[in-house]
């Protein structure tokens, strides 16, 4: 699988190892395959592949998952399609780039 790195270390994706119970939920859903299972837990082995979309938090049962979902590349590509548009974050409008 060809992996996409969006923006380096400015990702805001966590995990909080202690409420995962490894249901592999988040392996499922994710687009990107960020996450991997190590010792019957889910852990995150490619942090700067996320896109924000939010799908592993929204499925995570435990709450072990959070992450800042529509602030980054996936919420430009979902703008860009929504509005017929190319995909942008606003970064040209003043707003805050991503």
């Known amino acids: 699988m060809s992996r996409f790195t969006y923006l380096t270390d400015v990702v805001t994706l966590k995990l909080d190892p202690e409420k995962c119970t490894g249901c592999r939920m988040c392996l499922i859903v994710c687009p990107h395959a960020v996450f991997e299972i190590e010792e019957k837990k ?11 979309c939010g799908a592993c938090a929204k499925n995570c049962q435990e709450g072990a998952i959070t992450v800042k979902s529509g602030v ?15 995909p942008s974050c606003d970064c040209g409008s003043g707003g805050n780039c991503c």
């Open 42 to 52: 889910a852990v995150i082995r490619y942090l700067d592949y996320c896109m924000e």
């Open 72 to 86: 980054g590349c996936a919420a430009g590509i979902l703008n860009g399609l929504i509005r017929g548009t190319e």
